[in-house]
Nanobody
Framework: VQLQASGGGLVQPGGSLRLSCEASGFRFRDYGMGWFRQAPGKEREAVSYIHTSGGRLNIDSVKGRFTISRDNTKNTVYLQMNNLKPEDTNVYYC????????????????????WGQGTQVTVSS
């Protein structure tokens, strides 16, 4: 399993970034996918989840600002982040959830199976 995240960077408050994660080594369409963020020494925080059916979940702090999507033809999951805030600064990781994860468990880190290296997002003026 390989998950390659990209698209992070430095952006001013109110700006936008689009993260991408290209997956390989497994049948992408059969798995729920997500994004979490984690700073060194801090707790992992689930951010967004997309079910195999396309159903989505977001944590409250990013609702209305972040949108997760997937393209099964490209084995890629995206995170469009708009109206970024300094508190969004973090390392963002793409994650594959355990096969069979039900929709309501999509933001439960206990369901995380594999993740790749993260991409740094810094929101600062």
């Amino acid at each position: 399993v390989q998950l390659q995240a990209s698209g992070g960077g430095l952006v001013q408050p109110g700006g936008s970034l689009r993260l991408s994660c290209e997956a390989s080594g497994f049948r992408f369409r059969d798995y729920g996918m997500g994004w979490f963020r984690q700073a060194p020494g801090k707790e992992r925080e689930a951010v967004s989840y997309i079910h195999t059916s396309g159903g989505r979940l977001n944590i409250d702090s990013v609702k209305g600002r972040f949108t997760i999507s997937r393209d099964n033809t490209k084995n890629t999951v995206y995170l469009q982040m708009n109206n970024l805030k300094p508190e969004d600064t973090n390392v963002y990781y793409c994650v594959r959830l355990r096969r069979g994860t039900i929709y309501s468990e999509g933001l439960n880190p206990d369901r995380y199976d594999d993740w790749g290296q993260g991409t740094q997002v810094t929101v600062s003026s």
